[in-house]
C-alpha cells in the first residue's frame, strides 16, 4: 500500500503538470528522496537544484515533479536546467549545510518506461510502478 503522503504529493504535482506521467512521478520521487537525505523541511528556502536532462517531453515532466516537491522554481531561480542528450540526474544543494546529493536515475528503468509507453502502456499503470519502486533502485545517489 502506497504512503497516502506520496499519493497526496504526486496528487499536486499533477495539478501543476497538467497530467499525469510516469516521468513526472520521477521527478516527485526525486525531489522527496533528496528532502528526506538532506533533512530538508517543508519551508525549503536553503534548497537549491540543477537538473539535468533532454529537454524534451516525457522527460522533461520530471522538472515538473522536482519544482512541486521542492519549491525550487524556475521563476525563484532555485532551479537550474542543463540539457543531456540521455542522462537525468540532478544536484541538489542545501545551502545551510552545504550538503550535496547527486541523484542518477536508473537508465535500465527510464529506458524501460520509454518502450512500455511506445507499446501504449497506460500511462496509470506506469506511473504507480514509478511511484513504488525502492529509492536505490530508482537512482543512484552520492552524498559530498
Ligand atoms: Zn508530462
Do not use: Y
Request: proline letters at 3%.
Amino acid at each position: 500500500m502506497l504512503e497516502e503522503k506520496l499519493k497526496l504529493t504526486i496528487k499536486e504535482a499533477e495539478k501543476l503538470h497538467g497530467h499525469l506521467g510516469p516521468f513526472l512521478v520521477l521527478g516527485v520521487r526525486m525531489g522527496e528522496t533528496a528532502k528526506k537525505i538532506l533533512k530538508i523541511s517543508h519551508e525549503n528556502t536553503s534548497l537549491q537544484v540543477t537538473a539535468k536532462l533532454p529537454l524534451r517531453t516525457p522527460f522533461s515532466c520530471v522538472l515538473d515533479g522536482i519544482q512541486a516537491t521542492t519549491q525550487c522554481t524556475i521563476g525563484n531561480q532555485k532551479l537550474k536546467i542543463e540539457n543531456s542528450s540521455k542522462e537525468i540526474s540532478a544536484k541538489f544543494q542545501c545551502t545551510k549545510t552545504g550538503k550535496i546529493l547527486m541523484m542518477t536515475a536508473n537508465q535500465k528503468i527510464t529506458e524501460a518506461l520509454m518502450k512500455r509507453l511506445s507499446e501504449g502502456v497506460s500511462n496509470e499503470e506506469l506511473v504507480w510502478k514509478i511511484a513504488r519502486t525502492p529509492e536505490n533502485q530508482l537512482f543512484t545517489m552520492k552524498k559530498q
